[in-house]
């Protein structure tokens, strides 16, 4: 590997493109090539931040001994294949949330980089905002937590929707709301039950777009989890994240518009914005891209440890969470994990 680790980036669309601008702004990272089925869409992003070739052929950059990280910011259905598939030619892999779709495409791709010996990190940034990492360290050790991610009605016709392509609120977006629970009860889940089902895409009968779960911690927490898209909500905003301690709470709302935290028996009794660096003061680092970029080329450079990451087994554990609580609402009981 030269100095700099080659990137390449499989999908350059929405998250694809995200994730290129703050790459851009790593010194130890070099834009190589640009994927894209719609050539166009990586002629885009590289008419913004540069690279040095775009293509439609993601073989080129699983062939290109320049590029050591390759990023997959693909639809849902094209994770596993494409994951493997930069496994197999011994690239350091990034794949977006969720990892798969199904707990064996999952385990799949986690076969395949433990054969290949590579590195994978999903993308769950949120570990990496400050907002979050401040509920962690101010209760480390909850013993309630309440969970929220909620979304106004996505449309039918969305990708996101589709039950191939994106698999609805819960497997599609819930994932971010499982991973954030686990990071913040700091133990594995062993129980969930939920009811919910499909209570806003009846056209779409297979996809699941709301759950309302109740998760145990392997060492005792317990948390109250909703997700979905049924509207949005008025005062807390799309994610909320409630941490109950005992003598100490923490709220966090208004995640995607203004984040503030309020405590109950911490001083000072507010977290927001104004208490970051100024260049931090902005959505994709109060969101975490940022620092999650950093931590990803450190590691394939550097080999220094993401400890904050989400790797293999931490999207696996994500998908693993949405799929039992799909079970628990279609059985009627409790799923272990
Ligand atoms: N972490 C987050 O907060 C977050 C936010 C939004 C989306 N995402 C995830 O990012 C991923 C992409 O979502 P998006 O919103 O950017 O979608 P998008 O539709 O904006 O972009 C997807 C891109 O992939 C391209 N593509 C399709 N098939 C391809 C192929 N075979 N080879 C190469 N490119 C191909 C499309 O042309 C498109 O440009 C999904 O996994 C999504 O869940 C994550």
Redesign the pocket.
Known sequence: MSDKVGVGI?????????HARNLAKIEGAHLRGF????LE??QNLHNEVGCDYCT?Q?QDLFDDDQIDLVL?????D??VP?AIQAAEAGKQVF????LALTIEGCEQIQEAVERAGVKLMA????RFSPFIAKLKAVIPEPLVIVGQLVDPRWGDES??NDPIE?GGNVL??GC?MFDVMYWLAGAEPVTIYAEGGNLTHPKIPEITDSVVATIRFANGCVASAINGDFGAPALAGKAFYELFGGTKTATLYGYYGTPTIKFWGVEPAEFTMENLPPEARNSSAA?G?VDEMKALIDWVGKDIDPVNAAKVEDGVRATKLGIKAIEAIKTGQPQHL
């Open positions: 499989i999908g350059c669309g929405g998250m694809g493109s995200h994927a894209d089925v719609r869409s990586a439609t993601v997959i910011c693909t639809h849902h094209l994770h494409l794949v977006e949330k969720p993308g769950f940034q949120a990708w996101a994106g599609s977006q971010h969101h891209y």
